[in-house]
């Protein structure tokens, strides 16, 4: 077993995937700005007017419809986020019903509650054609008059409904404009459920330190996504989660009068999928302090903020241990390498993003991209998930170069005094520096002195010279 003192490695670029992410969407299509809205990214895609022309209002789905369903279904993820928050549209319910046709293919939202959910019928040949594995319907009873319907389709449900009802649940009914299905009834069709509770639901996974994000805006179900992805680096998945949980947390002021959830470096290590978005506490020190721009328009322009801040903080295990186990190696020969579990000792990363940085940091951040500034914090934030980023150290005596490291969100900074042994450490170091100044200055001095006794020794010898 393998064990080193010290951890060299800082975890940095925690934001590269998610930009490159961004960057990658952004290319995909034109920027948003040149596209007018769905019907012409659709247009762009294969779906012109014909398409839309084919849909029959107050009718049940015929089977040329389930495949143009199917279709819309497969091309979502052709959207942007941005770009689907952007375009939703809020129209009164009694100018939908007058006349779907206009709003066919456009993106509308109405928050309600929900009715019933369950699978729609989808023959297995039609989902392995699009690629899917389920397609649920979720009918909510819009706020306001109960008796408005809106049928939402959806390839994925949030995970924790599967575990309890879900009836009753507030969501925002925010979906591509389908048809129009009775005299109170419309259907859509979108990405995923906006799932927004207001109440304590520990058979849901809702506690009391989730509802202030909620609050704040924060789909519930994309903590699903970090679930998904925990221990690998942000990408297209749980992009979207890293985004919409700094926005909410930029917002939200009440975390700190919440339940902590976890205390401490190894609750978050042991059991980060049972801490996923909930209030936790962590002490450490920070090294490094770096302001990371929002590359992507969209983004700054439906976030409110053009760039964010991450934090590289290391917290003192005191004594502890964290081993790293070396990844099972993929080669059944005997003669595979081996390698042993690599034991981290004195201290540990975690990486904190915030939109909202302290002020003691931001006078040390100034205008430079990134500066170290070592300060004692107790910092209370929320986890999003482990992410990973590569360490040659790891790398160097493990089997894998990737280490996992805790990602927090947003937080509250309080700043704490240096340790008593650390005050003491820095007057001796500062009385051992003005020693060696005094002794600098003394020998300096006296050496001055004598080079000045020397001159005149050797200018009374040469007057002596000359009166002979």
């Known amino acids: 077993m393998v064990c080193l003192v010290l951890l060299a490695s800082t975890a940095s670029g925690i934001v590269a995937a998610a930009e490159e992410g961004s960057r990658e969407s952004a290319r995909s299509v034109r920027p948003a700005e040149s596209i007018a809205g769905p019907r012409e990214l659709l247009a762009m895609l294969g779906l012109e007017n014909e398409f839309w022309a084919a849909w029959r209002d107050d009718q049940g789905l015929s089977d040329t419809e389930m495949s143009q369903l199917l279709r819309l279904l497969f091309l979502l993820d052709r959207f942007h986020p941005a770009e689907w928050e952007l375009w939703q549209e809020s129209p009164s319910w009694e100018e939908l019903m007058r006349a779907p046709d206009a709003a066919r293919g456009t993106i509308v939202g109405f928050p309600g509650k929900v009715a019933s959910y369950g699978k729609l019928a989808v023959s297995s040949e039609l989902l392995e054609r699009f690629d899917l594995s389920e397609v649920y319907v979720v009918e909510v009873a819009l706020e306001g008059d109960p008796n408005r319907r809106v049928r939402l389709v959806v390839p994925r449900l949030p995970a924790a409904w599967g575990r ?13 404009c389908l048809k129009r299905l ?62 919409k949980m700094l926005q909410a947390t930029s917002r939200e002021t009440e975390l700190i009068d919440t339940p902590v959830a976890a205390e401490g470096l190894f609750p978050l290590l042991d059991k980060p999928l049972a801490h996923v978005g909930r209030h936790v506490r962590v002490r450490g020190r920070t090294r490094r302090v770096a302001r990371i721009l929002v590359v992507d328009a969209r983004d700054r322009r439906r976030l409110g903020f053009d760039a964010y801040y991450q934090i590289d903080l290391f917290i003192d295990l005191r004594g502890s241990e964290v081993i790293v186990r070396p990844a099972a190696s993929k080669s059944r020969s005997k003669d595979a390498k081996t390698h042993e579990p690599v034991v981290l000792r004195n201290v540990y990363p975690v990486t904190i993003c915030m939109v909202r940085l302290p002020d003691r940091l931001k006078r040390a951040l100034g205008n430079d991209p990134s500066v170290n500034v070592r300060l004692p914090c107790e910092i209370d934030a929320r986890l999003m998930k482990l992410w990973s980023y590569h360490s040659p150290l790891v790398a160097r005596y493990g089997g894998s170069s990737r280490q996992q490291v805790p990602l927090l969100i947003g937080g509250e900074f309080d700043f704490l005094e240096a340790p008593r042994s650390e005050k003491i450490s820095l007057v001796f170091a500062f009385l051992f520096l003005g020693g060696l100044g005094v002794a600098a200055l003394w020998i300096w001095s006296t050496a001055r002195a004598d080079r000045e006794a020397r001159r005149r020794w050797r200018r009374r010898i040469a007057e002596e010279r000359d009166g002979e």
Do not use: M
């Not at 309890?164 to 591509?176: F, R």
């Open 164 to 176: 309890g009802s879900a009836q009753g649940q507030p969501v925002l009914a925010s979906g591509l």
């Open 182 to 243: 009775g005299s109170d009834s419309l259907l859509l069709l979108g990405p995923r459920v906006h799932w927004r509770p207001t109440r304590v639901s520990e058979k849901l996974g809702v506690y009391p330190d989730h509802l202030p994000l909620v609050r704040h805006g924060f789909d519930f179900e994309l903590l699903d996504d970090a679930r998904r992805t925990n221990g690998r680096s942000i990408g297209q998945t749980d992009r979207e989660c890293f985004w």
